[in-house]
């Protein structure tokens, strides 16, 4: 354990080195740090009579609170002293259901996660929120789980679903069949605090006007977005390729979409329906040419009619990779899971991959069948897409014409 941490404290600080790096060729608070670090500054003034809320945050101010510990002015090195966390967090989650060797190497795939170490780079709260979800995941005391899921809440508001996922999968462990009602009113005993977080968010959303987001409500209003389930899964398959590459599973996942093609006919027709009635172009989609999903939207979506449609395949294909990568799993725990994914995504209508970290780290972290080459190959993939990004990102800024003088930069 204490090798464990000294390698995530190397971790940390090799992530410090790259944030100083950021902080020379990015000075100033860039897209949504401007709202967050103009936030938290207000904080560190710690006269919180005079401190207001800057309309444009959705999320509330655990991150903020976090920096108050000494890194007022900067704010970005907080994701740095939260690195060996992540990386401690996702060995212990990972160690819990499963005992095997290669547990440094994934825990290091999942933080080169590219859009996750992209955000650490900036003072988000991706990481911090997929920090304290990974601890609540690996204690084995609701009590404990209770205290970081409440922490994990306190960062983004939808965490209170992971925290319900965590708690369900613990009662249906606990509930006996031949003693249903007695066992029942056990797990719930035993939950109990996690059912006074659930509690406590209900009354925080009456007293919220019955809305998730603190600010900028309009933008953020809940949709029926279904799509946000094939993003995912798509975006999930083309960020894991090697590791479905190497172990066999696009086979799998072609076999099974050709065995039974009358089913794969139906489900694809189905997700064509999904396109047509439940897509949603949000905004800010087309408004910010800065993220690359704007390219995304434009240079697919947009240039004909047909091509929302002609990729319904691809997303079944996705979904059938992921099924295979998952077969070693409880049933009930992959149905739960699934549920609270949806539950997490399907509300959101803007298409942003940020709101794929937490799925995306925890369906990875839950994966035994792991070869040393494909480890090696999928680190490297993650390398090369990291140094891609970054050089976009530092190296290849452009002007708006309306603002003149101020670099944009791409970014996930």
């Known amino acids: 354990m204490r090798a464990l941490g000294v390698l995530g404290v190397f971790l940390g600080v090799l ?8 902080n020379k060729q990015v000075p100033e608070p860039y897209m949504d740090e401007i709202f967050h670090i103009d936030q938290v500054r207000r904080f560190c003034s710690l006269d919180f009579r005079y401190v207001t809320w800057n309309e444009k945050i959705t999320t509330p101010p655990a991150l903020y609170i976090l920096s108050l510990f000494g890194l007022c002015g900067h704010e970005r090195y907080t994701n740095s002293l939260l690195i060996p966390f992540f990386y401690v967090g996702a060995i212990r989650f990972r160690k819990q259901f499963l005992i095997e060797k290669r547990l440094y190497s994934t825990a290091l795939i999942v ?3 590219p859009v996750l170490f992209h955000s650490s780079l900036l003072y988000y709260t991706d990481l911090l929120s997929v920090t304290v979800l990974l601890w609540g995941f690996s204690c084995s005391s609701p009590g404990w789980a209770s205290i970081f899921f409440l922490f994990a809440v306190l960062t983004r508001q939808t965490n209170i679903i992971w925290a319900g996922l965590y708690g369900g999968v ?11 009602f007695q066992s029942f009113i056990h797990g719930l005993m035993r939950l109990r605090a996690l059912i006074l977080l659930a509690l406590g968010f209900v009354v925080f959303f009456i007293l919220n006007n019955f809305r998730i987001v603190l600010g900028d409500h309009h933008a953020h209003e809940p949709k029926l977005h279904i799509m946000q389930l094939c993003y995912f899964f798509s975006f999930t398959c083309i960020l894991a390729a090697p590791y479905f590459f190497f172990t066999g599973h696009l086979k799998k996942a072609l076999r099974e979409f050709f ?6 006919l139906c489900f694809c027709a189905v997700m064509a329906c999904c396109a047509y009635f439940f897509t949603i172009e949000h905004p800010y989609l087309l408004a910010d040419n800065r993220h690359f999903t704007f390219y995304i939207w434009r240079k697919w979506f947009r240039r004909h009619w047909i091509c929302r ?6 997303y079944l294909y996705c979904f059938y990779l992921i099924r295979c990568s998952v077969k ?19 509300p959101l209508p803007l298409f942003e991959t940020r709101y794929f970290i937490v799925p995306f780290v925890l369906w990875r972290l839950c994966l035994t069948d792991n070869t040393k080459v494909s480890l090696v190959v ?3 993939y993650a390398v090369g897409i990291n140094l891609i990004v970054l050089y976009l990102f530092f190296l290849k800024p452009f002007v708006w014409k309306h603002e003149p003088g101020a670099l944009q930069r791409f970014m996930w």
């Open 15 to 22: 992530h410090s080195f790259l944030v100083s790096f950021t």
């Open 111 to 113: 933080l080169l996660f």
């Open 259 to 264: 065995v039974h093609p009358l089913r794969s």
């Open 378 to 380: 999928e680190l490297l």
């Open 309 to 314: 449609y002609v990729v319904a395949p691809f």
């Open 170 to 180: 613990n009662l249906i462990h606990i509930i006996d069949p031949n003693n249903f």
């Open 328 to 346: 070693h799993i409880a049933s009930h725990i992959t149905l739960l899971s699934l549920l609270a994914i949806a539950a997490v995504l399907v």
